[in-house]
């Protein structure tokens, strides 16, 4: 119950319920999306851990402008490259909640290490 609330507000509208954030950051419902890489950068992860994240700014084909991490190693991206996107954050790059997908239009597959 919160406090202000009066009992015939209550009884209209029902106990206060805080909504919950959404988490995707492509956009409710949407699993993947399509976009154009607009820039490759380099990111530094946060305090215990050192290395350069791969990623790069992309704007997707619902307009918004994001950055997306490159998973595995070496990659060819390059401006008006097209990279496939998909949710999901990177824990110690901050800014980072997209990953793009491997495979899938411009950007190809880990290529196979030899010895």
Do not use: W
């Amino acid at each position: 119950m919160r406090l202000g609330s009066s009992l015939q507000r209550l009884h209209r509208l029902g106990p206060y319920k805080k909504k919950s954030q959404k988490k995707n950051p492509l956009g409710y419902g949407t699993p993947f999306a399509k976009g154009v890489v607009l820039k490759t950068v380099i990111r530094k992860p946060k305090k215990p851990n050192s290395a350069n994240r791969k990623c790069v700014v992309v704007r997707l084909s619902n307009g918004k402008e994001i950055t997306a991490f490159i998973p595995g190693e070496g990659h060819n991206l390059q401006e008006h490259n097209v990279v496939l996107c998909r949710p999901g954050r990177i824990k110690d790059t901050p800014g980072v909640k997209v990953r793009c997908v491997r495979g899938k239009y411009d950007l190809p597959q880990v290529a196979k290490k030899t010895n």
